[in-house]
């Protein structure tokens, strides 16, 4: 790892410093990103419990089945699967 850093010190400094702003563009994307990601994680983790204990109901089973109705009874889902 330590030799990929110094590569990537070595073609960062080698390059114009009009790129530089896009680099640090890249770079802040990909920490953002990193950030949603943990976020997402934690949210998952904290939930895990509550949906562990939840049952489903027979309720729960109707909406669940006209949830999907509104998405996938529909004509151009009908065509899309045709020829599968």
């Known amino acids: ?16 410093v009009e790129q530089l702003p896009a680099v640090e563009d890249f770079i802040d994307r990909l920490l953002a990103q990193s950030e949603r990601q943990q976020v997402v994680m934690s949210m998952q983790q904290a939930a895990a419990p509550i949906f562990a204990t939840t049952e489903d109901t027979p309720e729960d089973v109707v909406y669940d ?20």
């Open 65 to 84: 089945e006209m949830v999907l109705a509104q998405d996938w009874l529909k004509p151009e889902e009908d065509e899309a699967w045709r020829d599968l």
């Open 1 to 16: 790892m330590e030799r990929n850093t110094a590569t990537l010190f070595e073609k960062l400094q080698s390059l114009p």
